[in-house]
């Protein structure tokens, strides 16, 4: 009885499989897919989603969603801000700039103000002299 309950533990925390976004190369371990995250009664997402148990709380109840399937082109991508949006459905950002004219002006303000001027590193001089 009691090895059936150490089993059952491990099962639990056992990953599915790793979830690797393929814009950024983010990697980290899934432990459910869908809409309906594990040890939850009354959450439903809006996508099928790749979902992993927080790993900063003991509660069994918390989750973090990690990403899902660009409705246009099927790209694994995570939520991150530079990776991708959801609007009514999940869009990488490389379909959302082909895409720019479909969306509403306030998801294009929302994205203009997300450029943000790359950095050179301190060791390169300008090139403004």
């Known amino acids: 009885m009691k090895r059936a309950v150490v089993m059952a533990c491990e099962a639990e925390h056992r990953p599915l499989g790793v979830f690797e976004c393929q814009l950024c190369a983010l990697t980290a371990p899934y432990s459910s897919m869908g809409q309906k995250p594990p040890d939850t009664q009354s959450v439903i997402l809006l996508e099928e989603s790749y979902i ?5 709380t003991p509660d069994k109840n918390r989750f973090l969603i990690l990403g899902s399937r660009c409705s246009v082109c099927s790209r694994l991508v995570c ?45 390169q001089p300008s090139s403004l002299t």
């Open 52 to 56: 992993m148990k927080d790993p900063f």
């Open 79 to 123: 939520v991150g801000p530079d990776c991708s949006l959801f609007y009514c459905k999940r869009f990488c950002l490389p379909c959302v700039q082909e895409n720019i004219h479909a969306f509403p002006q306030e998801i294009r303000q929302d994205l203009e103000k997300r450029k943000v001027p790359s950095k050179r590193p301190a060791s």
